[in-house]
């Protein structure tokens, strides 16, 4: 017997007639009467003997009985699940994202994900590059949010926007800068580089090389932010992505502005899953806020 015999059978011997638990399941009469013969033929023996306009369960229906009902309730259980994953709820959704992202963009994603989803639940966490294939290994987070996925490894993607390096400086140190900056421009001021902080820091220093330009270099930072506070506490100047920028801008950092690069250094920023494991419908559904949050949506 396959499920939608086991799903007539159950409602044929609760409901006492075909026409009953046609009416229970919302199907028409002789799809009942069809499932239910075809169900008799491959057990090789009767189900219900047909007395009076009624079907009376026999000795060996009611012996069956019991473990299809048993069955009927786990797929119940598992409709309902489906149901409240689809509504989200009591759902956790568990989140891995690089720290740059974690300052707005992540924040403001779940904001906007929570005004319209109130019942879902975060587990956030913020992960330098390095970890992020650990965390979904270890099954401490479902999805991570990066910018670049890492190679060689079984791994699917969702692609959820763009980014771009921008100068982040204290203003009384580089006053009237125009809106778009040339890496040159930095040259003999402090600078904090992020040669070692991922994918960002590489993107940088490929195109320095390709510039043939040395800055002074005063600190090296492996996140964002740290670069970001040492801008505002005056050690010099950086370049980092807009996401950190505009977090830090956002922060009520005075006397701080950013500058896009010119020409534009930009990357993309993906989420990342196991192949076994790609992302819920509900999963989907917020990834689609982090992107319109990404782009400026």
């Known amino acids: 017997m396959n499920l939608r015999h086991i799903e007539i059978f159950h409602a044929v011997y609760v409901n006492g007639s075909v ?3 046609a009416r229970a399941l919302n199907v028409s009469q002789p799809s009942v009467s069809k499932t239910l013969r075809h169900a008799e033929t491959l057990l090789g023996f009767e189900l219900f003997q047909r007395t009076g306009g009624r079907l009376v369960p026999t000795e060996d229906a ?7 009902a048993e069955i009927q309730d786990r797929v119940r259980a598992l409709r309902e699940a489906g149901r409240n994953l689809r509504a989200g709820a009591g759902a956790t959704l568990r989140i891995s994202a690089l720290p740059s992202l974690g300052l707005g963009v992540i924040p403001q994603a779940v904001a906007r994900f929570l005004a319209k989803r109130p019942e879902v639940r975060f587990d956030l966490q913020t992960v330098h590059h390095d970890d992020l294939l650990r965390k979904l290994y270890e099954r401490e987070a479902d999805i991570a949010i990066a910018n670049e996925v890492p190679r060689g490894a079984p791994l699917g ?3 959820l926007g763009e980014g771009e390096l921008v100068v982040l400086h204290r203003e009384a140190d580089l006053p009237d ?5 040339e890496l040159a421009r930095l040259a003999g001021h402090p600078f904090i580089t992020l ?11 490929d195109e320095l090389e390709r510039l043939g330009l040395e800055l002074d270099e005063v600190a090296s930072a492996r996140t964002f932010y740290i670069a970001a506070a040492l801008v505002r506490a005056g050690v010099g100047v950086t370049v980092v992505d807009n996401f950190t920028a505009d977090a830090t801008l956002a922060s009520g950092a005075e006397g701080l502005a ?6 534009p250094l930009t990357f ?4 990342i899953h ?10 989907a559904e917020f990834l689609a806020v982090v992107g319109d949050v990404i782009e400026g949506r």
Do not use: E
């Open 177 to 181: 800068l125009p809106a778009r900056v």
């Open 195 to 205: 040669a070692a902080s991922g994918p960002i820091g590489r993107l940088f220093t």
């Open 19 to 21: 026409s009953a638990a």
């Open 157 to 159: 993607q969702t692609w």
């Open 268 to 271: 993309d920023v993906h989420a």
């Open 258 to 263: 950013m500058r896009s690069l010119k020409p």
């Open 62 to 68: 009611h012996a069956l009985f019991s473990g299809v």
């Open 274 to 283: 196991l192949l076994d494991r790609p992302p819920s419908a509900l999963a």
